[in-house]
């Protein structure tokens, strides 16, 4: 009896000191990932981790490959995930208290108004990040077969982060988010321009309906309020979650990045960097390349050229995601999110500005609200989803540039988008546009005639040209993202630094006053 | 391998940095901690704390220190008084 019960009490006690090595061997069944088979184990073992491909190619990990993008972008969402579900503590969703509630985050909350500068942050570093992203899986032509699918989903996934991002700008409920969404009710409104000029606004208002789903009412006000802050904090990153899983899932099911086809080559003084590539018994491998005799291409290099990604992707990863609350960190110590007065509809904001990556499409929409709101950003969004079945070359994929034309015809293109941008923009600051010059002119003709369609008619003409010249889809892709691109940018800058008070042009944001 | 495990080290020590910044920022120099110093009254600093919106008609708690404690005393406020 004494007998049976010591040694019960020794096991207890046996038991109890191995619980730590115990709860650890049940976590990672496989063991330490110390050899090829247990890195892999430890990576298809694993929810999160089994997203991967249990190796990666040396080619994939060059910083020049991706640049990191997609793991920055992966990163400023989980970065805004968190601080997001913070500030849901404090925030209130309905107007005027809605304020209140993030001038308390901001001013008396204990690190509030840090975790609100890191949420603002984050968000705009995921909006630049997704940009670059899609360049770089554009301009490596990445998206050719069998990765149309995953340009698709990241298609999805740049509409769901502007979404995101415009449904937090209205969350503060002060005079910047009031009239932003002021602007975007009156876009949505705006398809108004072409059933006033058909004369069928009165039995078929698509503009009304479009602009009351946006709203839940008729003017901007708690249900508008409540409906943004649903998507904002429920649907929309649902939906990322689940566009981002997918995207994952199909780099892997697509065989790992794009790569160029003579790729083995350009990787061999790679390997020696993440030597020792074999680490599964080691002793054999030597005796075996002693048996052999020589170093053929294969030795001291895994299959194709590929490492285990345990560690070599992860720490990859986690070095771009560290990196990425880096620079999140340093923008929110230095610099604090914006609050304006309460919103107060008696008095609109002059000039009511729409978030920054909106501007260029707000500079269009100054001269028509359908155009630049709904016409010339439905024709890019539409345009970037087709590119991957329009152009199906197989020259230069997964490599920068690539395709006939090469970086050459992207320099030219570059030159002649800003040229053609600025110079259209200068002409209609300068010298007005129709509605100066005849006032009375019915406002289809300026939906259809005015900067923002002038430009895109120039970028297609070139790019027609340049498709011709090389005989090249692609070359006729690389010259139109690349024009629209330096269009972007061209607008964005005048909307965001050049344009003041009832929208006009001033050389400075100081002369504003002048006013 | 090496650059990439550079890029972690250096990251989380400037991250770690910041947050340590951040903390001290929060909790010895935010200008409020001025403000409550200079009106401090006899019975102590004056509290900083947040509004609650309250239905009166609901009779909805008023702030935390008028809850009636175990023993029957009135507690203080959470950061004490
Ligand atoms: C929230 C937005 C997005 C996230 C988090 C994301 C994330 C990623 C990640 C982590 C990769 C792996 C390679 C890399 O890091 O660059 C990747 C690859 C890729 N992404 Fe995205 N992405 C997003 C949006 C987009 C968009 C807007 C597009 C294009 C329209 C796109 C198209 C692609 C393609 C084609 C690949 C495969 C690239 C290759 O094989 O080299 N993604 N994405």
Excluded at chain 1, 315 to 343: H, N, Q, R
Excluded at chain 1, 476 to 495: E, K, M, P, Q, S
Aim: net charge positive; with cysteine; hydrophobic share 45%.
């Amino acid at each position: 009896m004494g007998e049976a019960n010591r040694s019960a009490l020794n096991e207890f006690w046996v038991n109890l000191k191995s619980v730590p090595s115990q709860i650890y061997r049940a976590m990672f069944r496989g063991g330490a990932p110390v050899s090829d088979r247990t890195r892999s184990s430890f990576v298809f073992g694993n929810v999160f981790l089994h997203l991967h491909s249990v190796r990666t190619h040396l080619w994939s990990l060059r910083w020049s490959a991706t640049m990191g993008l997609g793991i920055i972008t992966t990163a400023a969402f989980l970065i805004t995930l968190v601080t997001g579900v913070l500030l849901m503590f404090y925030y209130k969703p309905y107007p005027d208290v809605a304020y209140q509630s993030i001038k308390d985050i901001h001013f008396i909350v204990p690190t509030g108004r840090f975790m609100r500068n890191i949420h603002r942050w984050a968000a705009n570093v995921m909006v630049v990040a997704v940009l670059l992203h899609m360049a770089r899986a554009f301009y490596t032509a990445s998206y050719r077969k069998p990765r149309e699918f995953n340009w698709f989903i990241g298609w999805g996934l740049l509409v769901t982060t502007l979404a995101l991002s415009f449904t937090g700008y209205l969350l503060p409920w002060d005079q910047l988010a009031y009239w932003a969404i002021t602007i975007g009710a009156n876009i949505a409104q705006s398809p108004r321009e072409i059933t006033d000029a058909m004369g069928i606004t009165q039995f078929f208002d698509i503009g009304a309906l479009q602009r009351e789903v946006l709203l839940g009412s008729d003017k901007v006000g708690e249900e508008s309020l409540i409906r943004f802050y649903l998507l904002h904090v429920m649907i929309l990153p649902i939906v990322m979650a689940m566009l981002m899983a997918v995207h994952f899932w199909r780099i892997r099911k697509d065989g790992g990045l794009a790569k160029p086809v003579d790729v083995d080559a350009r990787v061999k003084a790679d390997a020696q960097e993440h030597y020792p590539v074999f680490t599964e018994e080691p002793k054999k491998t030597y005796q075996l390349a002693a048996v052999v005799k020589g170093r053929t291409p294969a030795v001291g290099s895994g299959p194709e050229n590929t490492v285990p990604s345990m560690p070599h992707l992860f720490y990859a990863e986690l070095g771009v995601l560290m990196f990425t609350t880096l620079i999140c960190l340093v923008l929110a110590f230095v610099s604090d999110a914006p609050l304006k007065e309460l919103a107060n509809p008696l008095v609109p904001e002059n000039p009511a500005k729409a978030p920054w990556y909106f501007l260029g499409l707000q500079e269009i929409v100054s001269f028509s609200a359908f155009m630049g709101g709904i016409g010339i950003p439905m024709l890019c969004w539409i345009g970037l989803g087709l590119i991957p079945f329009l152009d199906k070359e197989t020259e230069g994929t997964g490599e920068w540039f690539g395709g006939p034309g090469g970086a050459k015809l992207v320099g030219w293109s570059m030159i002649y988008g800003f040229a053609t941008s600025i110079a259209v923009e200068a002409f209609a600051i300068r010298f007005g546009w129709l509605r100066e010059w005849f006032p009375d002119i019915p406002q289809l003709v300026i939906t259809l005639v005015n900067p923002g369609t002038v430009i895109t008619v120039l970028y297609a003409g070139f790019s027609i040209w340049a498709l011709k010249r090389f005989n090249s889809t692609r070359a006729g892709a690389l010259a139109l993202f690349t024009c629209f691109l330096c269009g972007f940018i061209v607008l964005t800058v005048i909307g965001t630094y050049f344009r003041g008070p009832n929208w006009e042009f001033f050389w400075s944001p100081s002369d504003w006053s002048a006013h | 391998m090496k650059k990439n495990k550079y890029l972690l080290l250096i990251s989380s020590l400037g991250v770690l940095a910041l947050l340590v910044a951040a903390a001290i920022s929060e909790n010895f120099l935010k200008e409020w901690h001025a403000i409550q110093g200079q009106a401090r009254t006899q019975e102590g600093p004056i509290d900083v704390k947040l509004r609650q919106i309250v239905n009166p008609d609901l009779r909805e708690s008023g702030p935390l220190r008028d809850l009636p404690r175990r023993n029957g005393t009135r507690g203080t406020g959470p950061f004490g008084s």
